[in-house]
């Protein structure tokens, strides 16, 4: 079994910073691609940052410049740096990771259970 278990969110006010930690644990094989996503109420999920085993990094337009992904292989943990935040980064972020487990030969994509981010202005 594998799991991915986030920590880090909260309650900021813009302009502050936070930083989001996912663990995989389990019965790993190899992990290839993680990512941080989020979901605003009404809104669909969507895709914050993504980075590959090899550390070529994804943003999306509206995060870059603000935040920073990155892993621990060594870990098995992705961190999102976020800073300056605003009022409009409120939402449950979720990371996901691309896994094979020790039981596969397939790679299957894996999410945490997401984590609260609120900033107020």
């Known amino acids: 079994q594998v799991q991915l278990v986030e920590s880090g969110g909260g309650l900021v006010q813009a302009g502050g910073s936070l930083r989001l930690s996912c663990a995989a644990s389990?019965?790993?094989?190899?992990?290839?691609?993680m990512g941080w996503y989020r979901q605003a109420p009404g809104a669909q999920r969507e895709l914050v940052a993504s980075?590959?085993?090899?550390?070529?990094?994804n943003y999306a337009d509206s995060v870059k410049g603000r935040f920073t992904i990155s892993r621990d292989n060594a870990k098995n943990t992705v961190y999102l740096q976020m800073n300056s935040l605003k009022p409009e980064d409120t939402a449950v972020y979720y990371c996901?990771?691309?896994?094979?487990?020790?039981?596969?030969?397939?790679?299957?994509?894996?999410w945490g259970q997401g984590t609260q981010v609120t900033v107020s202005s």
């Open positions: 996901n990771a691309e896994i094979r487990s020790t039981s596969s030969f397939y790679v299957r994509s894996y």
């Open positions: 980075i590959t085993r090899g550390i070529s990094t």
């Open positions: 389990g019965s790993i094989f190899t992990i290839n691609a």
